[in-house]
C-alpha cells in the first residue's frame, strides 16, 4: 500500500463540519489518501449547516464512494486501510454498526474495520442519549471501535467555533496514529518543561492536595 488510505463517512447527524474539516486537514498529508462517503441525509446537512453542496466536500477526497455500491473496493478486507472514521455518526448508523446489518457501504465499510482488526473512530452525536444508544456504544466498543463524541474542551481557550472543531479533529487525528498539529498535548497547569516547545506556565495554580 503506497498511502495510508483512510475511509471517511460523513452521515446525517448534527456536525458535518468535524468530516469537511478532516477532509481538508488530511488533503496536506502526502502519504493518506481518503475514501469519502455520504449519506443522503449527511448530504442534506452539509447544506443545511454549511451552505455545502455534495460536489464541493467531494472535491476534498482523494476517491469517492455512493454509499449504495456495495461492491467498492472498500467494502472488501482484502483493500487495505488504515481505518475509517464516522463523522458525525448519526444513531442509526451506530445501530446498524452494533448490530452487523452491513445495509449499506457505510456500514459495510465499518464491519469491515472490525472484522480486519483496524481503527475504526465513531463521532457519535446526540444528547440526551438513551437506553438503545448506549448499549450500541457498548456493543461497538466491544467490537474494537472508538466512540469518540465530538465533545469540546475549553482548557485550551478556544476563542472561537472553529477553535473547537479543530482541537477534536486533531484528537481524531491522533487517535489515527497520525501526526498533527491542530491540538496540541496538555502541558499541564504549571507547563510541562518537557512538554510543547513554548508552554506557558500557569499562574495562581494552588498546590494539589490529596482527596
Known sequence: MSAQRIVIAITGATGAIYGVRLLEVLRDYAAVETHLLISPAGVMNL???L???RADVEALADVVHNPRDIGATIASGSFATHGMVIAPCSMRTLAAVAHGLS???ITRAADVCL???RRLIMMVRETPLNLAHLRNMTAVTEMGA???PP???FYQKPTSIADLVDHTVGRVIDTLGLTQTLAPSWPGLR???HGEAGAAPAR???APTQD
Do not use: S, T
Request: charged fraction near 40%.
Open 47 to 49: 447544506q443545511h449547516e
Open 51 to 53: 451552505d455545502r453542496d
Open 103 to 105: 445495509d449499506n457501504l
Open 115 to 117: 472484522k480486519e482488526r
Open 146 to 148: 472508538i466512540v469518540f
Open 151 to 153: 465533545v469540546p474542551g
Open 191 to 193: 507547563g510541562d518543561p
Open 204 to 206: 495562581n495554580v494552588p
